[in-house]
């Protein structure tokens, strides 16, 4: 019922900074809470933050280590991730998600809709 759309993603040198977009359409009231994930070839889909998305409170993997830094915009339905200090390991295809009843949750089991994806290069 809610369709996610990602963009914003592309090369960056190691320290750089990327700002991705999720725009959601559809029946966006049933959102509850909106989600980053990630997932690097050869390895499991990983949490990467959450947003509550009517009160925005905000969750984060530890490895982020305050360098991300996910936001929404309900007016536009919009969830972005602001990445700084960006590594080599951060590379991967990010993805958002939606989540039905849940609030701040990391488990990938909880989220009912998932976006196409977009890729993110860190160089070295």
């Known amino acids: 019922q809610v369709q996610l759309v990602e963009s914003g993603g592309g090369l960056v040198q190691a320290g750089g900074s990327l700002r991705l977009s999720c725009a959601a359409s559809?029946?966006?009231?049933?959102?509850?809470?909106a989600g980053w994930f990630r997932q690097a070839p050869g390895k499991e889909r990983e949490f990467v933050a959450a947003?509550?998305?009517?009160?925005?409170?905000?969750y984060y993997a530890d490895f982020v280590k305050g360098r991300f830094t996910i936001s929404r915009e309900n007016a536009k339905k919009t969830v972005y991730l602001q990445m700084n200090s960006l590594k080599p390991e951060d590379t991967a295809v990010y993805y958002c998600a939606a989540a039905p009843g849940y609030s701040l949750t990391k488990n990938a089991a909880n989220y009912g809709s998932w976006g196409q994806g977009t890729q993110v290069t860190v160089s070295s």
């Open positions: 947003i509550n998305w009517s009160g925005g409170n905000t």
């Open positions: 559809g029946r966006t009231g049933s959102i509850y809470a």
